[in-house]
């Protein structure tokens, strides 16, 4: 996977980063309420020697007094100097959990001791901090050595006194929200770079070109459940997708033309959505005036007849086996569109699908019909759709946004491959429709009618207009003004009969000059069931 990869899966998966991200912060914040504000009061003491006559004698002090900050310092956390604070201020607590609270620090080339205690009341915390110094100068001269005298020879003086804090110092709401934004988001970030590695569904056109394992002949958008687009909503965008991909198959080889096409899916998550795509893909070809057949091959699905509410009691089965002829098996569907059921289903459906009557079952249809759209099971859970492959022109591999798998895909374009199987493309079924975008082509236009209705509707219309002038004329006149008005017509009434017998010549003319539909159409089984 490239980096583009993951980069769109973290814009696909944005709601769920930035809902974490506020779920992190408004919890940081949250948390941050839960906690008692913190007041930090800070007094300090002097340490130096006590005496001292010579220079030589200062200099020693000053090093001395400076080794024994360092240990002060530590003094000042112990329970000598913090048993003393509680008994004085009378707390209850003891020196260890008060040593959490306390700080000693010496600054660098001072001999100067900071004390600084964090409470949560203000009043306590300096009070606490100039009790910890005054014990601790208490401790000092008492630990200090002693001269000839008696006397400490170090000199320890409180040189700062606490006083009660005007503002908390902690916690630092706005920090912990930040923390928990920035922990959120992460975690979201997180969450969707793994959803992209563990969820290979396909959702996009893009993620299925990105394969490269086949050309994208389209990407169908998504419909009703029970509806077909191009029967119900012509004008509409799903209708448009299928004439698209209709274009893209027929414009596959412009060297070899494609007649007929197996349509098949990669994995058996798609198998409930090929057969209304079949259906609305025959309907795309004969939108053209072309004769289309479907052949029902799967024989291990629910099959076409349901989604077609035609009966599938006599179908393929019956036709490969020698039972029925394919004209008597063949059911009409819609106006251009014949449908072969699978008819009864055998126990074992390869050496049915595999036979070689099927393959002559194939070329027949492929000679009484313009094109030929066979159902085929999917192609990793059955060998069926290979064997149907080599019988026609290619397969194109229906995937499902949201249900097909790469792996499923990828598996599937490689066993077609494995038996040389061309592969006309792959279809994506199943995307969100644009609302910016809307079907562009036209709804099937009505047929043309044929001579003899244009013949008659002329004779209608002269009738018509000889009727009107005999009442205008009356009298012993009617018949003569009849006749004139049949050999006159109004420019107008000679203008529509001529534009009507030109579109019955052109009519005539498409028919008689109409490519594979005019010249095979003819070739249908004359039987075909309705």
């Known amino acids: 996977m490239d980096p583009q990869h993951y980069w769109r899966a973290l814009v696909r998966s944005w709601p769920l980063v930035v809902v974490l991200a506020i779920v992190g912060a408004v919890g940081g914040w949250g948390w941050s309420q839960t906690q008692p ?201 799903a209708s448009d997708d299928f004439r698209r991909v209709r274009a893209q198959i027929q414009f596959t080889d412009v060297d070899a033309e494609v007649r007929s096409i197996t349509l098949s899916s990669s994995s058996a998550h798609d198998g409930g959505d090929r057969a209304p795509l079949a259906l609305d893909l025959a309907l795309a070809f004969a939108e053209q005036g072309l004769s289309v057949l479907i052949v029902d091959a799967d024989l291990r699905g629910p099959g076409l007849a349901s989604a077609a509410e035609v009966s599938d009691a006599v179908g393929l089965t019956d036709v490969v086996l020698g039972r029925r002829e394919l004209a008597d098996a063949v059911v009409t569907w819609r106006d251009g569109v014949d449908l072969l059921p699978s008819g009864e289903v055998p126990p074992n459906p390869s050496p049915v699908i595999s036979s070689v009557a099927t393959s002559h079952l194939l070329e027949d249809a492929r000679e009484a019909y313009d094109v030929v759209v066979v159902d085929a099971p999917p192609v990793v859970s059955s060998s069926d759709a290979l064997e149907l ?80 002038s005999s009442a205008r004329s009356g009298g012993d006149q009617a018949s003569g003004a009849t006749g004139r008005d049949r050999t006159a017509q109004p420019a107008a009434t000679r203008s529509v009969a001529d534009q009507t017998r030109a579109g019955a010549g052109a009519s005539s003319g498409t028919r008689a000059t109409g490519g594979r539909a005019g010249g095979r159409g003819k070739g249908r089984p004359s039987g075909a069931r309705s």
Do not use: K
């Open 389 to 468: 492959g080599r019988m026609t022109d290619g397969v194109v591999l229906v995937t499902t946004v949201g249900r097909s798998l790469r792996r499923d895909l990828v598996q599937a374009v490689d066993e077609l491959q494995a038996v040389q199987v061309p592969i006309v493309g792959i279809v994506l079924d199943g995307v969100r429709a644009d609302r910016t975008r809307t079907a562009t082509a036209a709804s099937p236009s009505r047929p043309a009618p044929s001579p003899a209705e244009l013949r008659r509707r002329e004779r209608a219309l002269t009738a018509d207009q000889a009727a009107a």
């Open 37 to 237: 504000d913190s007041y930090r009061a800070t007094s300090s003491v002097f340490v130096a020697a006590a005496e001292g006559a010579s220079p030589t004698e200062l200099l020693q002090g000053s090093t001395y007094t400076q080794n024994l900050v360092q240990s002060y310092t530590r003094l000042a956390t112990t329970s000598a100097v913090l048993g003393p604070v509680i008994a004085d201020l009378d707390l209850d607590t003891t020196p260890a959990r008060l040593s959490r609270q306390i700080t000693a620090e010496n600054p660098l080339n001072t001999v100067i001791i900071d004390v600084s205690v964090v409470d949560g009341n203000a009043d306590q915390a300096a009070s606490v901090a100039n009790a910890v110094t005054t014990s601790l100068t208490e401790q000092a001269r008492r630990l200090s050595p002693e001269n000839s005298t008696g006397v400490s020879t170090l000199s320890v003086t409180p040189v700062a006194t606490a006083t009660p804090p005007q503002s908390p110092i902690g916690p630092n709401r706005r920090l912990i929200a930040l923390t928990g934004l920035v922990a959120g988001g992460a975690i979201g970030v997180a969450l969707a770079l793994l959803r992209s590695v563990l969820d290979t569904r396909l959702r996009s056109a893009r993620e299925v070109d990105e394969l490269r394992l086949a050309p994208l002949l389209g990407a169908i958008s998504r419909r009703p459940p029970g509806q077909s687009a191009l029967a119900d909503d012509p004008r509409g965008v």
